[in-house]
């Protein structure tokens, strides 16, 4: 039998992808996996490649969330409590990725590739402390607002 794909399935599916990430939430999230990403490919041409499970589990979260919100799943698994589940995700990220870019600029004499992603891992810090300040706003904000 022939493959017999909807294209109209896929078209709305990446039309739902392109209307989330022009939101500041979605921004936010395509640059934490972007970001992540660059992090990944650092740490995999360091000399030593451990640090780069952070990176990976960080994405992963990222890309689950976002790929929850774009579907709006969200709104139909009420047994979540989505927004604490981010800010969790968001605050925990930006821990471990400050932690590992301390350790990894510190000790990263000759290696290159591990102190720039120790930088790339600064900005993610960053990147992930702001998610997590905006998420914990926008949940203490009242819901009429």
């Keep these: 039998m022939a493959d017999t794909k909807d294209p109209g399935l896929t078209a709305n599916c990446l039309e739902k992808c ?16 972007l970001i992540s990403l660059i992090i990944l490919v650092c740490y995999a041409a360091s000399h030593s490649g451990g640090y780069s499970a952070v990176a990976i589990c960080e994405m992963v979260f990222a890309i689950f969330i976002f790929a929850i919100f774009v579907t709006s799943m969200d709104k139909q698994l009420q047994v979540v409590n989505w927004p604490w589940l981010d800010f969790f995700r968001a605050a925990i990220g930006a821990a471990l990725y400050l932690i590992t870019s301390v350790i990894c600029v510190a000790g990263g004499a000759g290696d290159g590739a591990r102190i720039a992603g120790g930088v790339f891992g600064f900005l993610a ?10 998420t914990y706003m926008a949940i203490k904000a009242p819901a009429g607002e």
């Design 125 to 134: 810090g960053v990147l992930f402390g702001y998610d997590a300040y905006s």
């Design 18 to 33: 392109k209307n989330y990430v022009t939101t500041r939430k979605g921004t936010i999230l395509a640059a934490e996996i």
